[in-house]
Structures are given as structure tokens and as C-alpha cells.
């Protein structure tokens, strides 16, 4: 169904990158979908970063590809025949540097308004004196816990960090997106604190990097939650509110009712719309119950790997992934993975820290009634 919806505009690589499409839905709402190229490769790479000009009665870009890619972006719109008159704001689907690394160019550009889900506001900018033990007080807030290369930071992330602090954003609620007639905004925190979904009526929704195809989108560590509690709103009071696994299995389970209600709604995902030469259609419900399971799943792995013997977060990283995944930036994202699901399985009493940096199971799976049980 998606593939006869789907004009191809401009063809790309076998997996989507650089192409440009053009969607129009049963109301006679137009999309497009523009591709931009991303920098991050080996087995942790998501592809291309899709980017979506929606042309509602408050036409609005979502994302803006990754650092540099701006002025790319402009190019494929203008390509579409479509102009900076097209669209009258710039929304953020979370603050990943692969979709809001081109905001401040393309802001520049076009001078258009910049709308983005609360924490994203708050967490760009940068507080020195507040930034914990162990954190980089020369980061924006959303950074205190990057663990990537310095080389890696150096190039592509200084600038970027800058940047962002310097824009005026607007925030978007729950449902209150101001984004037109028909289009409910969704607040869908988990795989980063600020992470939205768009409904489009009853017929599509873009769903960020929360749901995507082929691949199972990282959660965060409820762990960053208190490094930058100080710079939240107040009414963020708790971790699991914004940060890690229950965090993301929580908007996961609001995205699946959604699917649930509109059974064949079309969701255009933050990555792999397109790959392998293929059209990656996703039924909400059906790759919702995927994502559950994966990470009941998961911890159910972690659970057997120290069922016996208390281990460290890397020892279980590298038992738990196979080898190949663990090259290059591979080990911290694997790591990030096992810590966010221990964080769950600490909480549901499975597991117990054991001496200073080594954890243990407790005998018990009580995880799979705390994940059924969020809501
Ligand atoms: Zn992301
Ligand atoms: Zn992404």
C-alpha cells in the first residue's frame, strides 16, 4: 500500500540515502520525504536520516538532517519544486544531532519558527555550574553523558553545541501542537527525553526515531535523568517520566493504541523507510509488540549471563553481543544498551549490584510484569 503511495521524486543509494518521494494521502494531504546522508557507519548505523515536509494547513519541516546538512536539505526541497514559502515552521523530532545537526543553518536560511517538545529547549543550553561529577561542563545538558571520541566531538560537535543554544524554540505539548487542523502532537520520551510523534488525522503518523524498521531504536539511561534534573522543568519530576527503558516502553505502548485504533495508519519512521531497494512498511501495532518483546527479550539475556556469577557491564556487553558489534563506537553503544536494561531489571528486583561495579540476578523475572504493567 505504501509503495503505490509513494512518488519517487528523486531516486538515491539502494538504501534510501539522498532520495527525494512525494506522498499523498486519501485526504489529499501531501508529504514529502527528503534523505539525507549520515555520518556514523559499521553495524550501528541507522542509514539516512528522513526528513518530512508536510504540507498541512500549518505546513511544517520535521528535522532537518545532521550537522551541515542544511543547506543539502534546502537544496532537495528546492529540488521538489517546492521553496521556503511552503512551510512556515521547523519542528524537532528530538534533539539527536542527526536530526536537528542542520536547524541553525536552515533557520538562518529561511527564518522560520523552530517548534520542538519542552526538554529540548532546556536541555541545549549550557550550565557550567551545574554540570555533575563526571560530566563535561563545556556541554549543552543534553551531552553531559556523550561518550563519544574527542577526535569525533572536536570535528563535528562543537560548533553544533553552539548553535543550538542561540535559537529561539518554541514548545510544543501533548496534543497541542499548533501545527494545523488535524495534526496531534504526541510526547513519546524514551530514545531521547524530548522525542515527539505526529499524527496527521486518522491516516499518518511520523513517528521519529521511537519506532523504526529493521531496527530496534536504543533507549537512554534513567541515570541521565539526575545529571540534568537541575536544568528540567519542574514538572519533570521523575526519571521514568523522561529517561530510559520503562521511559520508552511507555511511549511505545501509547504509539501501539494509536496503531491499535487506526490499524492501517501510515508511520513514516526517522530512518529505513527505504533499504536494501525496498519500501519498509510498518504496522504500528504489529512493530510495537516487536519492540516489546525485543526488549523483554533482552532482558531476559542479561538475566541468564549472570544468573550464576556477578558480572561487570562489560563482561556482559561481551557476552551478551557478538564480537563484530563492539568495533569502534560499538562497545559504548552496547553498553548503553545492557546499562539501560540492568537499570530496569535493578528496579524490578531481578537483579542486585554486587561490590562496587558488578551485578548478580536475584533469582527472580519479575521484569515481565513490570513491562507489562506500564502504561
Ligand atoms: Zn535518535
Ligand atoms: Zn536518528
Redesign the pocket.
Known amino acids: 500500500m505504501l509503495k503505490q503511495m509513494i512518488k519517487v521524486i528523486r531516486s538515491g543509494d539502494a538504501n534510501g540515502k539522498n532520495m527525494i518521494i512525494k506522498l499523498t494521502l486519501s485526504s489529499g494531504l501531501d508529504i514529502y520525504g527528503f534523505a539525507t546522508p549520515n555520518f556514523y557507519g559499521g553495524d550501528w548505523d541507522y542509514g539516512a536520516s528522513w526528513n518530512y515536509l508536510v504540507l498541512s494547513d500549518q505546513p511544517f519541516l520535521l528535522d532537518t538532517g545532521r550537522f551541515n546538512m542544511g543547506k543539502k536539505l534546502l537544496d532537495m526541497i528546492n529540488a521538489a519544486s517546492l521553496s521556503i514559502n511552503d512551510f512556515k515552521y521547523i519542528v524537532i523530532s528530538?534533539g539527536?544531532e542527526?536530526?536537528d545537526g542542520g536547524l541553525y543553518d536552515l533557520a538562518e536560511m529561511t527564518g522560520k519558527k523552530i517548534k520542538a517538545h519542552a526538554p529540548y529547549k532546556q536541555l541545549t543550553h549550557f550550565y557550567p555550574d551545574l554540570a555533575p561529577a563526571g560530566a563535561r561542563p563545556d556541554f549543552p545538558a543534553s551531552c553531559w553523558h556523550c561518550f563519544m571520541p574527542e577526535a569525533y566531538v572536536n570535528q563535528n560537535c562543537l560548533k553544533y553545541h553552539k548553535e543550538r543554544t542561540l535559537l529561539e524554540i518554541d514548545e510544543i505539548k501533548d496534543g497541542n501542537s499548533g501545527l494545523g487542523e488535524r495534526v496531534k502532537t504526541y510526547h513519546v520520551p524514551g530514545?531521547?527525553p524530548d522525542s515527539l510523534a505526529i499524527q496527521l488525522g486518522d491516516e499518518a503518523i511520523l513517528v521519529?526515531?521511537t519506532v523504526l524498521p529493521e531496527i530496534t531504536?536504543f533507549p537512554s539511561r534513567e541515570a541521565f535523568f539526575y545529571q540534568v534534573e537541575k536544568v528540567l522543568y519542574p514538572e519533570h519530576t521523575t526519571a521514568d517520566e523522561l529517561y530510559g527503558l520503562r521511559a520508552y516502553i511507555k511511549s511505545i505502548k501509547k504509539l501501539k493504541k494509536i496503531g491499535e485504533k487506526y490499524s492501517d495508519i501510515i508511520t513514516l519512521p526517522?530512518h529505513r523507510l527505504f533499504s536494501n531497494n525496498n519500501w519498509n512498511e510498518i504496522n504500528l501495532r504489529d512493530r510495537a509488540n516487536e519492540l516489546i518483546e525485543h526488549h523483554i527479550q533482552r532482558c531476559a539475556a542479561v538475566l541468564q549471563i549472570i544468573k550464576k556469577e556477578a558480572k561487570t557491564i562489560h563482561q556482559i556487553t561481551k557476552e551478551h553481543f557478538p564480537a563484530h558489534m563492539l568495533k569502534d563506537i560499538g562497545s559504548a553503544m552496547a553498553e548503553l544498551e545492557v546499562h539501560s536494561h540492568l537499570e530496569l531489571l535493578i528496579i524490578a528486583e531481578d537483579v542486585m549490584q554486587a561490590g562496587r561495579d558488578k551485578f548478580i540476578a536475584a533469582g527472580s523475572s519479575n521484569f515481565k510484569n513490570i513491562i507489562r504493567n506500564l502504561s
Open positions: 528530538h539527536h542527526d536530526h530514545h531521547s521519529g526515531d531504536p526517522g
